[in-house]
């Protein structure tokens, strides 16, 4: 118990380093959503730490790295090409209104995001801390499925990503909604791409003792992408700036592809 006490406290600490470090960043740049950018590299940081305090190793522990950095180079490359260059996202523009000067802005960008979301991400990552700390020799049944269900998450918000950038780059697309490809079966299938990768991770983690305990990890991160982030703060901007999309949503499941319902 000392011992996951340790990792705990390093690991902690390191995604707390990092998101300050982002913050710091983002002052001159005035930019508070490069979080959104790089919040991928705070896991690794945090994978890299439990993997480098790892007492031994083995297959499990191999996995799980590479299963966390291609993720992490997929989706960082995915964000820096869509977001770079592009100004502060309107979300956290927003944020900006809640307070009256600059000053008591970074206090509240430093509380309500990059704190907020270390907190989460580290949450988010504590399969993968627990199964590389204690990784076990052992393939097993739950180690495939969850390989599995990582391997179709990565596929489908690779393919969703893909279907979105070729949409938006067509100039007569412009305040129209997307509801073809993957998009015809869900809102959000990148969304359910990624919450499928970290599920799976969990699986996988679910190998070594304790490791069903760190369910709290895709829990806390689902929360985040459906409750805060993603789903329904993107659902509620949408509705206001496109046309149709209401209708979209009536017809369209939220997160999960299913056949669209009739109207």
């Known amino acids: 118990m000392m011992d996951l006490l340790t990792l705990f406290s390093a690991t902690a600490a390191v995604a707390l380093t990092s998101a300050l470090a982002l913050w710091l ?33 083995n297959t499990l522990q191999w996995v799980l790295l590479a299963m966390v950095l291609l993720w992490a180079l997929r989706i960082t490359a995915h964000l820096i090409g869509r977001n770079w260059g592009h100004g502060e996202d309107p979300r956290y ?43 076990t020799r052992q393939i097993g049944l739950l180690a495939m499925l969850g390989s599995l269900l990582w391997l179709l998450g990565l596929i489908v918000e690779t393919v969703a990503d893909a279907q979105l950038r070729r949409f938006r780059a067509q100039p007569e697309n412009r305040g129209t909604v997307l509801c073809t490809g993957l998009w015809r079966y869900s809102r959000h299938p990148n969304y359910f791409g990624e919450l499928c990768v970290w599920w799976g991770i969990w699986l996988v983690a679910c190998e070594v003792p304790l490791g069903w305990l760190t369910v709290v990890g895709p829990l806390a ?6 409750n805060v982030t993603g789903q329904k703060t993107l659902d509620k901007k949408l509705a206001r700036e496109k046309p149709g999309y209401a209708e979209y949503m009536a017809r369209t499941s939220g997160l999960i592809p299913l056949p669209p319902r009739r109207r």
């Not at 005035?30 to 940081?45: E, H, K, T």
Request: proline share 4%.
């Open 25 to 57: 960043a983002s002052i001159p740049l005035r930019d508070v959503s490069i979080i959104d950018m790089f919040f991928a590299l705070i896991i690794v940081a945090i994978t890299l730490t439990a993997f480098a305090l790892a007492p031994a190793y």
């Open 93 to 135: 523009t927003k944020l900006r209104s809640w307070v009256n000067n600059e000053r008591a802005f970074l206090w509240l960008s430093l509380r309500q995001v990059f704190l907020l979301q270390a907190v989460v991400l580290w949450l988010a990552s504590l399969p993968v801390q627990v199964g590389l700390f204690a990784g």
């Open 221 to 226: 991160y689902s929360y985040l992408v459906v």
